[in-house]
């Protein structure tokens, strides 16, 4: 797809490996470290919303790991306490995961 914004997407990889991540979150691709916008060692999962109304729900971490730890909060998000268009993720494995 050429424009991530055309429709409404979940977008999972961090804007150092996903194009369509950068693209959502209005980052030259590829953004790693600490240009990613993402803070080390940890995830996030952002909603954002588009001028033409459509949004985009980003799911991406710091590290591989990071992301699956994300992913995780999305995929059990009964477990958590999700609110707002941002939530930082953070742990150290898939079981001791924390959410801001």
């Known amino acids: 797809m050429d424009d ?3 429709q409404n997407a979940i977008i999972v990889g ?3 490996v996903n194009t369509a991540a ?3 979150l209005g980052l030259s691709y590829p953004a790693c470290g600490a240009a990613s916008s993402i803070p080390e060692n940890q995830a996030i999962i952002k909603l954002v ?3 033409n109304g459509n949004v985009a729900l980003v799911v991406a971490g ?3 790991d990071d992301t699956r730890r994300a992913s995780r909060v ?5 477990k958590y306490a999700l609110s707002g268009d941002e939530a ?3 742990g150290t494995t898939l079981t001791d995961i ?3």
């Open 4 to 6: 991530i914004t055309a």
């Open 98 to 100: 924390s959410v801001e």
């Open 49 to 51: 919303e588009h001028a």
């Open 14 to 16: 961090g804007p150092c």
């Open 62 to 64: 710091w590290t591989a």
């Open 88 to 90: 930082i993720v953070s």
């Open 22 to 24: 950068a693209a959502a």
């Open 74 to 78: 999305v995929a059990e998000s009964d």
